[in-house]
């Protein structure tokens, strides 16, 4: 039996990996916030893991590619899903892709295919509230890799532009500030998105303006 293995702790809980009937999976598990009643803490950990654990579900039956749930374990607030194997992070692909000959066309294919996802999405009133390019990831063969999303502890479902617009401002600041010249990158994305969301798309991107300004002014006056 594989020991539980710690990948990465954030500030909502841990992630490690595990054998789990045979399977490696991937656990994640909530921790008790101590600033919060206990009656309280338990509450909203158990609503966020089902929130999580539906969006998951979800987006697989729209034909966004996920991990699968495999369980939920209310006792021990840790949620056990498939790992998903021979996969790397958006966020290191880019990394290698932009150490290659001209990477522009890779990175453009790439972008077009964060586009389709992210109006699937959205078109499903699927808000991430986390989209960085660490929560994306390809599958060997890369290049030919569709994308599979994770981590959705931060997840909601809502139908307004607003709320979609700050889901793509989030990617957009993720990318801009983590890979530097992609400028080009997050403009064939944003288009994409608009193409293949139609006319709801559309409106987000414009949204999305008023988003950016209000991001800069936080930035300016703080």
């Known amino acids: 039996r594989m020991?539980?293995?710690?990948?990465?702790?954030?500030?909502?809980?841990?992630?490690?990996?595990?054998?789990?009937?045979?399977?490696?999976?991937?656990?994640?598990?909530?921790?008790?916030?101590?600033?919060?009643?206990?009656?309280?803490?338990?509450?909203?950990?158990?609503?966020?893991?089902?929130?999580?654990?539906?969006?998951?579900?979800?987006?697989?039956s729209f034909g966004i590619k996920t991990p699968a749930v495999y369980d939920v374990d209310f006792e021990k607030n840790e949620i056990i899903m498939e790992k998903i194997q021979n996969s790397i992070t958006?966020?290191?692909?880019?990394?290698?892709?932009?150490?290659?000959?001209?990477?522009?066309?890779?990175?453009?294919?790439?972008?077009?295919?964060?586009?389709?996802?992210?109006?699937?999405?959205?078109?499903?009133?699927?808000?991430?509230?986390?989209?960085?390019?660490?929560?994306?990831?390809?599958?060997?063969?890369?290049?030919?890799?569709?994308?599979?999303?994770?981590?959705?502890?931060?997840?909601?479902?809502d139908e307004r532009a607003e709320d979609k617009a700050v889901d793509l401002y989030v990617l957009e600041r993720a990318i801009l500030s983590t890979h530097p010249n992609t400028d080009k990158m997050v403009e064939v994305l944003l288009a994409e998105y608009a193409k293949a969301g139609g006319k709801a798309a559309q409106e987000v991107v414009k949204r999305l303006d008023e988003v950016r300004l209000r991001g800069r002014k936080k930035l300016c006056f703080g």
Request: glycine share 6%.
């Open 90 to 157: 958006l966020r290191n692909y880019i990394y290698e892709t932009s150490n290659n000959e001209s990477p522009e066309s890779k990175l453009n294919i790439l972008a077009e295919k964060i586009g389709k996802v992210l109006a699937n999405l959205h078109g499903n009133h699927i808000i991430h509230g986390d989209l960085t390019t660490s929560n994306m990831l390809l599958v060997q063969p890369y290049d030919a890799s569709e994308i599979v999303v994770i981590d959705f502890g931060l997840s909601s479902v």
């Open 3 to 60: 020991v539980r293995e710690l990948i990465t702790q954030g500030a909502e809980g841990r992630v490690y990996e595990e054998e789990w009937l045979g399977r490696k999976v991937v656990i994640k598990q909530r921790f008790p916030k101590k600033y919060r009643h206990p009656e309280l803490d338990s509450h909203i950990s158990k609503e966020r893991m089902k929130a999580e654990a539906r969006a998951l579900t979800r987006c697989r």
